[in-house]
């Protein structure tokens, strides 16, 4: 009895060292430089690194450093394809403007962005040599100018395929994803009017709904397909299904950066959740001399709003800057 006793101690002490999950080999996707996007897919990876999955974060800007995560960052080249004027004039758009000029960006910067040496050691790596991993899953922001990449590594490594969705689902989007869209109540993003529409704002949603999703299907896919098959050429992207049956074939699951406390209620497949809010970390106490300054304000009840800026060099440009 004493030596069954000590034989299960030992087979319970010696299981306490293995994990108690299966670790995993995750390549993330934030490949274009918009940091509120960038913040999301930061923490997502992070979490993931810190469940004991191992994973390679492919991005334009540092995150937070974690042993189980590799951070390969590369050039910022969007710049070169698109004017800082015209990035800041993206408020002034009005919706067809304005999609037109996403997708011009991802059909213009995919191919610089895919020509870098980081991106091109990713896409060349053999599946059969040791020294590179095998990647059991890409997470991307697919349908936000993602999709050659998502599209080429999912089939490359034939694994499932995570949308990062970093707003409400646009019609086009909800389309691809076979997400429910009622254009009589679910306004797009992009206009200017809420879920309270009237018969002629109701007219503009449903005629920007089927123009977005035709244009996409006819223009912007056909384009992409074919970055996607000249970059991916050596893994036999020529033979490979259309880019959109690649991304539809894949696709397991959608998290979108958008909570119902900030929208009207919008019905979900099984396989869309809204994450809005998961990078927000608990209060915690201020820093002593920020909690000086803000309670030398408390009779006049100090209201702060923090905005974060990300300025270059040349958004800034070289003329003289006045207060």
């Known amino acids: 009895m004493k030596r069954a006793s000590s034989f299960l101690f030992v ?12 670790s995993y080999h995750i390549l993330v996707l934030g490949v274009f430089p918009f940091y509120s996007h960038l913040m999301m897919l930061s923490t997502i990876s992070n979490e993931l690194a810190s469940q004991g999955h191992n994973v390679t974060f492919v991005t334009v800007r540092a995150t937070r450093p974690h042993p189980n995560m590799s951070v390969i960052i ?18 002034r758009l009005s919706p067809t403007e304005l999609t037109k000029m996403y997708w011009s960006l991802a059909v213009n910067g995919t191919p610089k962005i895919l020509a870098l040496e980081e991106l091109r050691t990713l ?7 040791p020294k590179f991993p095998k990647f059991d899953a890409v997470l991307a922001e697919t349908y936000f100018l993602h999709e050659t990449l998502a599209a080429g590594f999912a089939q490359k490594y034939s694994c499932p395929l995570i949308n990062f969705q970093p707003m409400v689902t646009p019609p086009n989007v909800a389309y691809m994803i076979s997400n ?22 109701r007219l503009e949603n449903t005629y920007f709904a089927v123009y977005a999703t035709v244009y996409q299907h006819l223009f912007y896919f056909p384009t992409m397909d074919k ?26 699951l959608t998290l979108v950066d958008s909570s119902f406390i900030m929208t009207n209620s919008i019905a979900h497949a099984p396989n869309v959740m809204d994450v809005g809010g998961l990078h927000i970390k608990p209060g915690q106490p201020l820093l002593k001399d920020i909690a000086s300054f803000v309670s030398s304000f408390a009779e006049q009840e100090l209201s702060t709003l923090q905005w974060e800026l990300t300025l270059t060099q040349n958004f800034l440009g070289t003329g003289e800057w006045n207060d």
């Open 74 to 91: 590369h050039d910022d080249v969007i710049l070169e394809v698109n004017s800082p004027e015209a990035i800041l004039a993206e408020g």
């Open 180 to 201: 429910p869209y009622n254009p009589a109540y679910m306004a797009d993003y992009k206009m200017t009017f809420t879920s309270n529409m009237n018969f002629w704002q």
């Open 227 to 252: 970055i996607m098959r000249f970059h991916f050429s050596k893994f036999g992207a020529s033979n490979w299904p259309y880019i959109t049956d690649i991304l539809r074939e894949r696709q397991a």
């Open 123 to 129: 896409i060349d790596a053999p599946l059969d040599d």
């Open 11 to 22: 087979a319970l002490l010696t299981s306490l060292l293995y994990s108690r999950c299966h």
